[in-house]
Every structure is written in C-alpha cells, then in structure tokens.
C-alpha cells in the first residue's frame, strides 16, 4: 500500500524559509520521478515541482522557480522541499506524489500521479 508522510509545514513571515519531507512507502521509491504539489483554500492542486527517479533532472512551477528547490534521498525514500523567499502566496497545503513517467511540464504533472494522496502539510506564510 502506497503512503506519504509529509512533514515540515508551518507558520512562517515573509521572505522566511521551510524545508518540507516526503518520506514514501509502499512501492519502490527509486524507480519513479515525484512530485510536490500544492492546494491553497477555495483552489485545485497544481503542481509545484518533479524530479527524476535518479535526481538527475528538476523542473518547477514559474511561480516558485529560483526560491524553491527539490531533491530527494533514495537510500531514505525521501524527497524534500526547500523553500526560500516566502511569500503569502506560497500558503497552502503541500502534497507529495508519485508519477509515472517524468511530465513535459509541470501544468501535466497532475496526469501522471498515482496512489492516494496523504494528508499533506500545511504552510502558512504571513506577517
């Protein structure tokens, strides 16, 4: 059965800094690109960023490129979230999934999830 325990979430003042996990089970971790989404009240999920099964290769939303960086440790099965220069915008829950071939895009991530999603973690950024 496939599991995701997101971890990290929290209430943070502008232009702070979070370091989400994702710790997996269920599967094989290190066969398959993930990917971190995101749900902000009253919105749908959108994705935020992917990276491929070996680390090799990350893609991100326009959004949060240059603040946010993924990566993931396989000997852990755990994949992480480092998130500089908050913003208000950036408040959301947090998702992990994950995909089964690597997007063209990030507007396509949300095709080639799988699984269940977890409960996610919350990130609040405000003053």
């Known amino acids: 059965q496939l599991q995701f325990v997101e971890s990290g979430g929290g209430l943070v003042q502008p232009g702070g800094s979070l370091r989400l996990s994702c710790v997996a089970s269920g599967f094989t971790f290190d066969r398959y690109a993930m990917g971190w989404f995101r749900q902000a009240p009253g919105e749908e999920r959108e994705g935020v960023s992917c990276i491929s099964s070996g680390a090799g290769t990350t893609s991100y939303a326009d959004s949060v490129k240059g603040r946010f960086t993924t990566s993931r440790d396989n000997a852990k099965n755990t994949m992480y979230l480092q998130m500089n220069s908050l913003k208000p915008d950036d408040t959301a829950v947090y998702y992990c999934?994950?995909?089964?071939?690597?997007?063209?895009?990030?507007?396509?991530?949300?095709?080639?999830?799988?699984?269940?999603w977890g409960q996610g973690t919350q990130v609040t950024v405000s003053s």
């Open positions: 999934a994950p995909l089964s071939v690597y997007p063209p895009s990030i507007a396509k991530m949300s095709f080639v999830t799988f699984g269940s």
